[in-house]
């Protein structure tokens, strides 16, 4: 899974990434699994015409609105300018960002250290460029099913394009292809290509899961020394469930195989809760601690090990 996931951090523009994504943590990562959530706005973002929403994880926000088009923006952080997203109200929208961090002149460079990284210059501010980054994104929803495309020029150029089609094989019924190119300025361009298939299982009532698995390859020269990395499978399942009206509890678990060096890392698993407020939700990761030590977890003697959280409101 880790060449999926990187790959959709790309496609989603990762100065971008925000909304529900705790949920989607909590669920094994993937926001394109799950169609409902807002999350999705930052991978096909013409799905920001589902919702008007106010979201923050403490550090953050993002609103979004409108009766019939959708305008939206994000606070961002300390060097993004400007975070913005539309919707025709229909089936098409797009994002647009522009970071900009100033240029560290040779009168900052304390240490005249300009380029070099000797120890005498670790503690020295070192001469730089200023940059702007630009991202841009478009989605749009077609007859076969959903489409995101991303840029951005963030230490290059860096493009990505994502497909969701409700079309499957055998016991899967929906399809996910990712395709990336990041073309640094320095250096070979790296590539990505994903392929999975997955579907949502209706286990019990107010419980659902997901089963998704994949193939995944990227050229990139870092991994296995200059192989790059062939996966297959790439493995989630993730369930959903409501433990009362007013709380859901969230597993996932992902693993991958890699062909190329023969291993993997094992599974990974991912908790979390989510509480409906009536006018807002809260979602937020939690320890293992939660099933280990449920009595006093949940009856607040021992702490929940949440170390995030997003709080949602919708309208």
Known sequence: MKNVKTLLILLSISTFIFASQQRVDALGGNAAYWHDDDANIWVFPH???????????????????????????????????????????????ANFGLSMTPEVTAADDSGNCGDAMDEA???????????????????VNMAFGDV????????????????????GFWIWDNTLVNVGMKSPEEGDAVMDLGVNLYTHLEIAENTTGLWATGFGWTNDATLNDGD??????????????????????????????????????GV????????????FNLDVDVGSSLFTNPVQTITGYSALGATGFNLTYNW
Request: proline share 1%; hydrophobic share 40%.
């Open 228 to 265: 790059g990395d062939i996966t297959f499978p790439a493995m989630t399942f993730a369930v959903e469930s409501a433990m009362q009206d007013w709380i859901d509890v969230r597993a996932g678990f992902t693993k991958n195989w890699s062909i190329t060096s023969t291993s993997s890392i």
């Open 47 to 93: 799905t920001v015409n589902n919702y008007n929403i106010a979201n923050t994880d403490g550090s953050d926000f993002y609103v979004s609105w409108g009766d019939g088009s959708k305008f939206g923006f994000a606070g961002g952080t300390a060097s993004d300018m400007l975070k913005l997203t539309w919707g025709n109200g229909s089936n098409m929208g």
């Open 121 to 139: 210059c670790d503690d020295e501010v070192k001469a730089a460029d200023a940059v702007n980054v630009i991202t841009v994104g478009f989605g």
């Open 268 to 279: 990974t698993p991912t908790f979390g809760l989510g509480f409906n407020y009536g006018s």
């Open 148 to 167: 995101g495309v991303a840029f951005d020029n963030d230490a290059g150029t860096n493009l990505g394009l994502v497909l969701r089609a409700q079309q």
